[in-house]
């Protein structure tokens, strides 16, 4: 069964600093899609960034990269120049086939950012 | 382009009560995903629903049931609430069923006591 472990449950940042979030994956299946999301306090998960099992190329999203190494089965998020308002739960996700459909996300438990001034 | 919306943003009930949430999905989007979220946990998925049929469906129990409606909006029901259901309720829509590109709504915080 598809598995995201994150295994900081919390890290701390000094603002305008590089920050790395881990994250590993378990999966037998060739294709697959890892996201990795923002929870704000606010409650809402904010998209940022999309890898596929088959991109060659680790993906880029402005401030956010994602560090992919398919034979570890890693995928960690690097934020480059923390911000103050980077603060935030980071939910690392991959895209469960057997889920009954083909949409739903599994999620890892979380690692809480912290950006100090 | 308005983006998923959800209501109530709180709600409180009781044991044993049922609950209705409701779910906007974003403009042309025509999948809707339900998650729930317990308290520092990641969200784990309950159902999806497509074209207004359900599409799949996590390890919840019968008595967490749903609807989507012709506009792609849709309903997330709960009977007989239980002290463990209480959770923040999360809505994600996307254009397509493949999970890539998934918009979330706010969430409702439901309490049960």
């Known amino acids: 069964a598809q598995k995201i472990t994150q295994t900081q449950p919390g890290m701390f940042v000094q603002e305008k600093e590089a920050v790395t979030l881990d994250c590993t994956y378990d999966t037998s299946d060739q294709s697959y899609g890892l996201f990795w999301y923002k929870q704000p306090s606010s409650g809402e998960m904010i998209f940022l960034i999309y890898q596929g099992s088959y991109d060659e190329q680790n993906a880029t999203e402005g401030r956010y990269s994602l560090n992919f190494q398919k034979a570890r089965k890693s995928a960690n998020l690097v934020i480059s120049a923390s911000q103050l308002g980077d603060s935030a739960m980071y939910f690392c996700?991959?895209?469960?086939?057997?889920?009954?459909?083909?949409?739903?996300?599994?999620f890892g438990k979380g690692t809480k950012l912290s950006v100090k001034p | 382009e308005t983006g998923v919306t959800q209501s109530p943003t709180h709600l409180i009930k009781t044991r044993g009560q049922q609950v209705t949430l409701r779910c906007s999905s974003q403009s042309g989007h025509n999948t809707v995903s339900w998650y729930q979220q317990a308290l520092g946990q990641g969200p784990q998925f309950i159902f999806q629903?497509?074209?207004?049929?359900?599409?799949g469906r996590g390890n919840f129990p019968p008595r967490f049931s749903g609807l989507q409606f012709p506009n792609y909006s849709s309903e997330l029901n709960v009977n007989a609430l239980e002290l463990d259901d209480s959770a923040l309720y999360l809505c994600?829509?996307?254009?397509?069923?493949?999970?890539?590109?998934?918009?979330f709504g706010p969430g409702t915080r439901l309490t049960v006591l």
């Open positions: 994600a829509s996307s254009l397509e069923t493949s999970g890539r590109g998934q918009f």
């Open positions: 629903y497509y074209r207004e049929e359900e599409n």
């Open positions: 996700a991959m895209r469960d086939p057997y889920g009954g459909s083909q949409g739903n996300l599994i």
